[in-house]
T-cell receptor
Framework: EAGVTQFPSHSVIEKGQTVTLRCDPI?????LYWYRRVMGKEIKFLLH????????ESGMPNNRFLAERTGGTYSTLKVQPAELEDSGVYFC??????????????FGQGTRLTVV | ELKVEQNPLFLSMQEGKNYTIYCNYS?????LYWYRQDPGKSLESLFV?????AVKQEGRLMASLDTKARLSTLHITAAVHDLSATYFC??????????????FGQGTILTVHP
């Protein structure tokens, strides 16, 4: 079974440009999460989808970040316009619905974003 | 706001030695996770601890949970080089609606030397 996959694995963009990160969760996982680790800091929650709906977006840093999950399958996270402080590793995770089997989230390998 | 603190943040060990990584958290939690991350790779789930007194072991790693003290430990026995990685603990807030919204510790970078 395929795990959580993220694209691209690395992205280097200039300040002011737009970048779109993609996450394909494990098939059948209704819950999809985005996290970010800025260098030297801990991994921080950004938002949570249940199917195509945003359950919790309390961690989104500002309105330059837009997350979507079309049809409850893959998700995209767009940063527009990118700023230097957006650099970091963006992780996606997915999990089953709560209840039996929903105990853990599985993570992708992350997208390393560098804004120069 | 839930805070999760790990210590130490950096750990350099000799092969064959034992050591413990500590994870403290500030509010009541439903469950606690330990993850391992190798450079450039995803976070690999090691343990899920659900209740007070829970102890789980896998190979040279053993994790325990004390919910009253809000403390989890990851004990490494007779370290080997393959254990070199970054280890994270992560906590889910009690009463949350989602099992995946995690609050992470800062991570412990473990290096095992011959």
């Amino acid at each position: 079974e395929a795990g959580v996959t993220q694209f691209p694995s690395h992205s280097v963009i200039e300040k002011g440009q737009t970048v779109t990160l993609r996450c394909d969760p494990i098939s059948g996982h209704d819950n999809l999460y985005w996290y970010r680790r800025v260098m030297g800091k801990e991994i921080k929650f950004l938002l949570h989808f249940v199917k195509e709906s945003k359950q919790d977006e309390s961690g989104m840093p500002n309105n330059r970040f837009l997350a979507e999950r079309t049809g409850g399958t893959y998700s995209t996270l767009k940063v527009q316009p990118a700023e230097l402080e957006d650099s970091g590793v963006y992780f996606c995770a997915s999990s089953l619905t709560t209840g039996t089997g929903g105990l853990e989230a599985f993570f992708g390998q992350g997208t390393r974003l560098t804004v120069v | 706001e839930l805070k999760v603190e790990q210590n130490p943040l950096f750990l350099s060990m000799q092969e064959g030695k034992n050591y413990t990584i500590y994870c403290n958290y500030s509010t009541t939690s439903d469950r606690l996770y330990w993850y391992r991350q190798d450079p450039g790779k995803s976070l690999e789930s090691l343990f899920v601890l659900l209740s007070n007194g829970a102890v789980k072991q896998e190979g040279r790693l053993m994790a325990s949970l004390d919910t009253k003290a809000r403390l989890s430990t990851l004990h490494i026995t007779a370290a080997v080089h393959d254990l070199s990685a970054t280890y994270f603990c992560a906590v889910v807030i009690a009463g949350g609606t989602s099992y995946g919204k995690l609050t992470f510790g800062q991570g412990t970078i473990l290096t095992v030397h011959p």
